[in-house]
């Protein structure tokens, strides 16, 4: 009788539930790995915008028509050509997250026209806290004390980047980079609401919204060939496939191990751009830098060690 109560080493059950860890471990570091290539890609914007010779409406008409061209293929590819389902299946929800896509990249492309890469991207990384203010305020969402903690903090490193500014242009990237934060908490916020928006559909309608949004000020013939391989590439490989890297990566691994590796972003975005324009961030902005980080880092680290979920959710 106490023989069938033991379950050994070589039990078939313990042999499943190893398969299973097993499993569980590799689809983690899958989702890691997937993430951090997704940041890589996200943090190159900087570099191929200092590198592109076009105007910043026209930067934003090219790169849209290229994300645009990707992602639909990829969309088509994906769901055996039933492209015209797909978007219908979007939905206001979708074109409205498609809005806040569109205003977010065109205000990156602006900021990164009017400051310095590491102040675009060190801005831009509020979004989680924005969403976090946004989703209190529209969808009735509880904020624990230490992310507003998180937050105030935040918002004074904010302020001491700004301070710093040299120009009333380099404020206005500022404040430009911070639209594109708000940006992409709104669409965040969306994608709470309505879970089953499709996020590269979204984002395909997103550059066609920012291309039409461009093409009145854009002047596309103004670009040349190594232009157009760079806009390419800002296109395909930094917006689109970093897009689609994230969503893959981010199923697979909890929200804030994904928040915190995309922390990657903005630190090797001003890398990139040091080491091959030479732009280097001035005092203001690493310490206020600093700060934000500091605060995102502490933040989602916290969650990861006590992760709150409500009862019977599951990290998505």
């Known amino acids: 009788m106490l023989d069938c109560c033991l379950v050994t080493p070589d039990h078939p059950i313990v042999g499943r539930a190893r398969a299973l860890e097993h499993a569980a471990g590799g689809t983690r570091r899958e989702g890691f790995w997937l993430v951090a ?17 076009t105007g910043p409406w026209t930067t934003v008409f090219w790169r849209s028509v290229f994300c645009a061209a990707f992602l639909f293929s990829a969309v ?7 492209l015209a389902a797909v978007v219908r299946e979007t939905g206001w929800p979708g074109v409205l997250m498609a809005a806040c896509f569109a205003t977010a990249s065109t205000c990156f492309i602006m900021a990164l026209a009017r400051t310095s890469v590491a102040n675009t991207l060190v ?13 209190w305020l529209f969808l009735g969402e509880r904020v624990r004390p230490r992310t507003w903690s998180a937050m105030g903090v935040a918002l004074l490193g904010t302020v001491v980047m700004l301070w710093g500014s ?25 994608v709470r609401w309505h879970r089953t928006v499709p996020m590269p559909a979204a984002a395909a309608l997103a550059s066609v919204l920012g291309a039409v ?31 689609l890297l994230f969503t893959a990566g981010a199923r697979l691994i909890p929200v804030a191990e994904a928040s915190l590796i995309g ?13 091959a324009v030479g732009e ?37």
């Open 37 to 53: 290539a997704a940041a890589l890609c996200w943090s190159s914007g900087g570099l191929i915008a200092r590198l592109v010779g």
């Open 76 to 82: 088509a590819i994906a769901r055996r050509a039933r």
């Open 123 to 135: 801005i831009q990384s509020l979004s989680p806290f924005i969403a976090g203010l946004g989703g």
């Open 166 to 190: 040299a120009s009333v242009g380099s404020r206005i990237g500022d404040l430009l980079a911070l639209g594109t934060a708000t940006a992409f908490a709104g669409a965040t916020v969306v």
């Open 213 to 243: 949004l461009a093409s009145g000020w854009a002047d596309p013939s103004s670009a040349t060939a190594g232009d157009l391989a760079l806009l390419a590439l800002f296109g395909i490989g930094q917006l689109g496939a970093g897009l």
């Open 263 to 275: 922390v990657l972003e903005c630190v090797l975005g001003p890398l990139w751009v040091w080491l």
């Open 280 to 316: 280097r961030p001035g005092a203001f902005s690493l310490v206020g830098g600093a700060v934000i980080l500091s605060a995102l880092i502490v933040h989602t680290a916290a969650d990861l060690i006590r992760p709150t979920f409500p009862a019977g959710a599951r990290a998505e």
